[in-house]
């Protein structure tokens, strides 16, 4: 078995969670039926807005009220830097899988809430038919 300094990764700061890289604690079906909702969208999103929202909804409650998290907050979560959680929060409101329950300001941030059940994936485009070949 290798051997690690506990000493040097006790004070990383490093968070601990299934967006961080270990297993998903919380094997409810509640959290089941969210992630397979969530399983069609995969492909037309990027790496991090995938972990955005697997961060939003591991932090919301079962009932699904908001939760107030800074971008700040959210970047460390998935271990990014702050302005990609800004855009990443931005387009996940523009294609209507992030909703803005209460609007923050200077001292309080946003109130976030991932809608139940997410709205449905855009369908991928078909492609046109290929012209000419062997015939």
């Keep these: 078995m290798p051997r690690t300094n506990k000493k040097a990764c006790r004070g990383s700061g490093r968070l601990r969670g299934a967006v961080g890289g270990e297993r998903l604690q919380d094997s409810s079906a509640w959290m089941r039926c969210r992630l397979a909702e969530l399983e069609p969208w995969t492909r037309h999103l990027r790496g991090h807005e995938v972990g955005i929202l697997l961060a939003l909804i591991r932090q919301q409650p079962a009932d699904g009220s908001a ?38 300001n200077a001292v309080a941030p946003n109130q976030y809430r991932v809608p139940n059940p997410l709205p449905p994936a855009p369908v991928a485009a078909q492609l046109p038919p290929a012209e000419g070949g062997a015939a």
Excluded at 67 to 90: E, T
């Design 67 to 104: 939760v107030a998290l800074k971008h700040a907050q959210i970047a460390a979560l998935i271990r990014m830097k702050k302005w990609a959680s800004v855009k990443g929060v931005k387009r996940l409101r523009a294609l209507g899988l992030l909703e803005v329950a209460v609007q923050g």
